[in-house]
């Protein structure tokens, strides 16, 4: 079997580390960034850490804010004119996983104009040119998107997400900075850590996964762990982990792939809006129930990973129940919520089964499925 590992050319990592943008922009002779940001970065200046930078070193850019949480089809194809008549020659962007996924796609469209309709980028699309030059800097430590072939976009006519997978579309150059995350609130950061540790944990028990994406797995289950619930509390050595963390799972799943956890998020986010990260939390323990049959002789590695006392000495089937009580227990600690009661109504199971199954991250599960047994999760969890 030939495994594939994608990553960044150059990625910067720690306190400062956006301080290599404007060198690395100018060593390569570009003359004007399109930056990428959402309005809310925006308006708490956050996005202006980075642009305060371009215009001390009299960098000419233009910044793009028309980016929703679950960037849609027309945020792309307002982005994509908007290059066009920006006069820039690169992508600096600046945010979580929104504006990331957005500013891949725009660099994509803009080097292969033949997918200008968004939709045909859904699954691997035969792509011939890599995306604009593009610089990313996550705001959140939970997507990776910095790191990852992969990005989500929704369609509002069809009410559903679609991923796009496409080593075209990595950024050159990743800039992960714990400053940068520093303004996140309390319940994004939880979210957003919850996101991450579901990437490592799916992509630990992916039916896709390698001695490679292993490593890098369970060292960013080892690092979530202890760092997600001191970054909640804002602390900066909880930052800097989950920072370092939820690249380092960027950098298994996003080549070897996800589960059935992502593929049914991804219908709660565009249905209901509701925010990834928390979506991917309420469902990771069913998940992890439903695939124990398939991948439960994983799951002692992932609980020795989180630090759960004495699991060396459980046998299977109580090492797995007790990797499953610690990802619950983590979840609660940080506030996200047990269920989708409130959230998922019933007329919608059936539409939302047949999205999941039909979601790019549903092959690599390790147990095979059915759109009735994925109605059947999402009912346990009303």
Same mark, same amino acid.
């Given at each position: !079997? &030939?495994?594939?590992?994608?990553?960044?050319?150059?990625?910067?990592?720690?306190?400062?580390?956006?301080?290599?943008?404007?060198?690395? @922009?100018?060593?390569?002779?570009?003359?004007?960034?399109?930056?990428?940001?959402?309005?809310?970065?925006?308006?708490?200046?956050?996005?202006?850490?980075?642009?305060?930078?371009?215009?001390?070193?009299?960098?000419?850019?233009?910044?793009?804010?028309?980016?929703?949480?679950?960037?849609?089809?027309?945020?792309?194809?307002?982005?994509?004119?908007?290059?066009?008549?920006? %006069?820039?020659?690169?992508?600096?962007?600046?945010?979580?996983?929104?504006?990331?996924?957005?500013?891949?796609?725009?660099?994509?469209?803009?080097?292969?104009?033949?997918?200008? /309709?968004?939709?045909? @980028?859904?699954?691997?699309?035969?792509?011939?040119?890599? #995306?604009?030059?593009?610089?990313?800097?996550?705001?959140?430590?939970?997507?990776?998107?910095?790191?990852?072939?992969?990005?989500?976009?929704?369609?509002?006519?069809?009410?559903?997400?679609?991923?796009?997978?496409?080593?075209?579309?990595?950024?050159?150059?990743?800039? &992960?900075?714990?400053?940068? *995350?520093?303004?996140?609130?309390? $319940?994004?950061?939880?979210?957003?850590?919850?996101?991450? @540790?579901?990437?490592?944990?799916?992509?630990?028990?992916?039916?896709?996964?390698?001695?490679?994406?292993?490593?890098?797995?369970?060292?960013?289950?080892?690092?979530?762990?202890? $760092?997600?619930?001191?970054?909640?509390?804002?602390?900066?050595?909880?930052? +800097?982990?989950?920072?370092?963390?939820?690249?380092?799972?960027? !950098?298994?799943?996003?080549? =070897? %792939?996800?589960?059935?956890?992502?593929? !049914?998020?991804?219908?709660?986010?565009?249905?209901?809006?509701?925010?990834?990260?928390?979506?991917?939390?309420?469902?990771?323990?069913?998940?992890?129930?439903?695939?124990?049959?398939?991948? %439960?002789?994983?799951?002692? #590695?992932?609980?020795?990973?989180?630090?759960?006392?004495?699991?060396?000495? *459980?046998?299977? +089937?109580?090492?797995?129940?007790?990797?499953?009580?610690? =990802?619950?227990?983590?979840?609660? /600690? &940080?506030?996200?919520?047990?269920?989708?009661? %409130?959230?998922?109504?019933?007329?919608?199971?059936?539409?939302?089964?047949?999205?999941?199954?039909?979601?790019?991250?549903?092959?690599?599960?390790?147990?095979?499925?059915?759109?009735?047994?994925?109605?059947?999760?999402?009912?346990?969890? !009303?």
């Amino acid at each position: !079997m &030939v495994n594939r590992i994608v990553l960044n050319t150059i990625s910067y990592h720690g306190k400062g580390a956006i301080k290599q943008i404007v060198p690395e @922009l100018t060593a390569r002779g570009y003359h004007k960034a399109f930056v990428c940001s959402d309005s809310d970065l925006i308006q708490f200046g956050v996005t202006a850490k980075v642009t305060g930078l371009l215009e001390q070193a009299k960098f000419p850019y233009e910044v793009y804010s028309n980016i929703k949480p679950n960037p849609t089809i027309e945020n792309v194809q307002s982005g994509v004119a908007a290059f066009k008549t920006s %006069g820039a020659d690169c992508i600096v962007a600046i945010g979580g996983g929104s504006a990331m996924d957005t500013a891949k796609a725009i660099g994509i469209i803009i080097n292969n104009p033949e997918f200008e /309709d968004v939709r045909s @980028l859904e699954g691997v699309a035969p792509t011939k040119k890599h #995306a604009v030059f593009t610089i990313a800097v996550p705001t959140t430590a939970g997507t990776a998107a910095e790191v990852t072939i992969n990005y989500v976009i929704t369609d509002v006519e069809k009410k559903r997400k679609f991923v796009c997978v496409d080593t075209n579309d990595i950024p050159e150059i990743a800039v &992960v900075d714990p400053d940068m *995350m520093a303004s996140m609130p309390k $319940s994004l950061t939880a979210a957003t850590g919850m996101d991450a @540790l579901t990437h490592a944990i799916e992509g630990y028990i992916t039916k896709g996964a390698c001695p490679i994406s292993d490593m890098f797995h369970l060292e960013a289950i080892r690092l979530i762990a202890a $760092s997600l619930r001191k970054a909640v509390a804002n602390t900066d050595e909880g930052r +800097e982990g989950m920072a370092l963390g939820q690249y380092i799972a960027g !950098m298994g799943f996003s080549n =070897v %792939g996800l589960g059935i956890v992502h593929s !049914m998020a991804h219908g709660l986010s565009a249905l209901y809006d509701t925010p990834h990260g928390v979506a991917c939390a309420i469902i990771l323990p069913t998940g992890l129930e439903y695939n124990k049959s398939a991948a %439960g002789a994983r799951y002692r #590695a992932i609980g020795k990973a989180m630090g759960v006392a004495d699991i060396d000495a *459980m046998s299977d +089937e109580a090492a797995a129940d007790a990797t499953i009580a610690a =990802v619950k227990q983590l979840s609660a /600690d &940080v506030g996200i919520p047990a269920s989708l009661q %409130g959230i998922l109504k019933e007329e919608d199971v059936h539409f939302l089964s047949e999205s999941a199954f039909a979601d790019a991250c549903r092959p690599g599960n390790p147990r095979d499925t059915s759109v009735e047994e994925i109605a059947a999760l999402y009912r346990g969890l !009303m």
